[in-house]
Every structure is written in structure tokens, then in C-alpha cells.
């Protein structure tokens, strides 16, 4: 871990490079693959944890998890230097928030919208759609499926939380009807 705002600082140095060379969307996807990697395996971080490894079996270690990941030449060297300051543990933070900056950027806003069922791609692209109305911002949405709703649909946008579930509406019909409403 290495905190918010030093993840933002190399986060800023590379979208800055990246934009330079017109791959700002690529090496957001490259990040968020090697932050997962660094996710899903704990012998990766252990290997990089334990200051009993000398540094060049790290770079040697890390090479190769570049080369098979097929990453991009930009995303390849800032990772390395990454390395060489000690903050490799922190790709996870350093993703986010390139993905942070990424979408102020190109003007988009992450949304998550949860429902009691699979939604159709054109129930997705209406949701899509009222979520661009009110925000002003392209979305970029996630859905997931949770049948404890009972019906209806719950989007997370920002800070905002927009709650059209049965769930909820038969929640408030109680509270109503408890406070003899």
C-alpha cells in the first residue's frame, strides 16, 4: 500500500506520458491487468514483499509477467520504475487511480447498477442512457445481479445512490405505514 496521494502522483505521471503517445485507454487496461495479477496471486506479492530477494530477480521476476501479459512499451517502463522505487505493491492504487483520472479526462463517470434479474442489453443501454442524462458525463456501467431486490434496479454513481428496487419501495410503504401515514 502506498497511500492515495502518491498513487495519483505516479498516476499523474503516466497518463500525462500516455496521452503524449495517444494510448491513454491501453495502458489503463494494462495497469488493471498487472494490479490484478498482483490481486489473484500471493506468491507474486510475496516474492516482491520479501527483502530477501535481490532487486534484479525482481526485475528478472517482473519481466516476464510483462512480456506474457503482452503490455505496451510505455506501460512496461513506468512499471519497472514503479519497481525501482520500492512502490510495486501499491499497481493496485496506482490503477485506480489512473482510472480516476482517465475518466475525468475523457469526461466519464463510473456507474454501478444492481438488479434483481439480468437486464437486456437495451434495459442496459435505457439505464445507460438516463445515468449520461443526469450526470452530463458518458457512463461507464457495471451490472450485477441481486435477487434480494425482489424487482426493480439500485445504480451507484459517484457518490449518489439511485434506488428504483421493489425492496426499497416496499420499505418505505412500512415506514409510512408505521408512522400512520
Do not use: C
Not at 60 to 76: C, E, F, I, N, S
Amino acid at each position: 500500500m502506498i497511500g492515495l496521494v502518491l498513487a495519483r502522483r505516479y498516476a499523474n505521471a503516466v497518463i500525462d506520458l500516455a496521452q503524449e503517445a495517444d494510448i491513454l485507454k491501453e495502458v489503463g487496461q494494462d495497469l488493471d491487468r498487472i494490479a490484478r495479477l498482483f490481486d489473484d496471486s500471493h506468491d507474486l506479492v510475496n516474492v516482491f514483499a520479501d527483502p530477501t530477494i535481490a532487486s534484479s530477480a525482481k526485475e528478472r521476476v517482473l519481466a516476464d509477467v510483462l512480456k506474457k501479459g503482452g503490455v505496451q512499451q510505455l506501460t512496461m517502463k513506468f512499471i519497472h520504475v514503479v519497481l525501482q522505487k520500492g512502490r510495486i505493491l501499491g499497481i493496485g492504487q496506482i490503477a485506480t487511480a489512473y482510472r480516476e483520472l482517465s475518466d475525468e479526462l475523457e469526461n466519464r463517470i463510473r456507474a454501478r447498477v444492481v438488479s434483481a434479474a439480468r437486464l437486456s442489453d437495451k434495459e442496459q443501454s435505457r439505464i445507460k442512457d438516463a445515468l449520461s442524462k443526469i450526470s452530463g458525463k458518458e457512463v461507464a456501467l457495471e451490472v450485477e445481479v441481486d435477487e434480494s431486490l425482489l424487482g426493480g434496479v439500485v445504480a451507484y454513481m459517484g457518490s449518489q445512490v439511485y434506488d428504483g428496487s421493489i425492496k426499497n419501495q416496499l420499505t418505505q410503504i412500512k415506514d409510512n405505514l408505521s408512522k400512520g401515514r
